[in-house]
């Protein structure tokens, strides 16, 4: 069970849009429709922002938004703001009951 | 919805460790419990899932036979465990609330949607 590929990092001004890319296989990204994505800002436990590839949990900002094509997940990020700076994690269903986490992308606000 | 986790641990190599994660404010019995790894520096890392009632676990290869997940579902209380501690189990421990979806016997897991506040493990060697 490898992890899912993402950039190291990206980073935007404020108010510009960037887009997070998380590249895993066909045993899982393109497998399932339940890829989900994580903000941690440090020192803090992860929080959902996205779930089931482009689902918005309750609370979240219709800033952010997900899709999926083939083994490619992404998460955009639209009108970035200071507090969005954090670290990004997408996370897939593996098949047999198992999941996995990708590698982590650092956003960075100019 | 809350998960508490127990507080932080410094052991020695080759001790033995349990921490723990109680769940309150939704029905713990109903809810499978993740357990994640995170190194310092490092990305998140699924260790695996147990069924609130302990009676159904599933690991990660890479964690199988290292730790031991259990549970007690009447003190609403997921455990993780070590038998013998190495300086490499140094890290940030998480658990957290797995949604599922069933349909026709078959189970998936979707995401975590809620997530203990982390219990810091430092193994000295």
């Known amino acids: 069970q490898s992890a899912l590929t993402q950039p190291r990092s990206v980073s935007g001004s404020p108010g510009q849009s960037v887009t997070i890319s998380c590249t895993g296989t066909y045993s899982d990204v393109g497998g399932y429709m339940y890829v989900s994505w994580y903000q941690q800002h440090p020192g803090q436990a992860p929080k959902v922002v996205i779930y089931d590839v482009f689902k918005r949990p309750s609370g979240v900002p219709s800033r952010f938004s997900g899709s999926k094509s083939g083994k490619t997940a992404s998460l955009t990020i639209s009108g970035l703001q200071a507090e969005d700076e954090a670290d990004y994690y997408c996370c897939s269903y593996g098949g047999s009951h198992t999941l996995v986490f990708g590698e982590g992308t650092k956003v960075t606000v100019l | 919805v809350q998960l508490v986790q127990s507080g932080a641990e410094v052991k020695q190599s080759g001790e033995s460790l349990k921490i723990s994660c109680q769940g309150s404010g939704y029905a713990f019995s109903m809810y499978w419990i993740a357990w994640v790894r995170q190194v310092s520096g490092k990305g998140p890392e699924w260790m695996g899932v147990?069924?609130?009632?302990?009676?159904?676990?599933t690991y990660n290869p890479s964690f199988q036979g290292q730790v031991t997940f259990s549970a007690d579902k009447s003190i609403r209380t997921a455990y993780l465990q070590w038998t013998t501690l190495k300086a490499s189990d140094t890290a940030i421990y998480f658990c957290?609330?797995?949604?599922?979806?069933?349909?026709?016997?078959?189970?998936?897991?979707?995401?975590?949607?809620?997530w203990g506040q982390g219990t810091s493990v430092t193994v000295s060697s």
């Open positions: 147990i069924y609130p009632d302990g009676s159904d676990t």
């Open positions: 957290a609330r797995v949604l599922r979806d069933c349909s026709d016997g078959n189970c998936f897991s979707r995401f975590f949607d809620f």
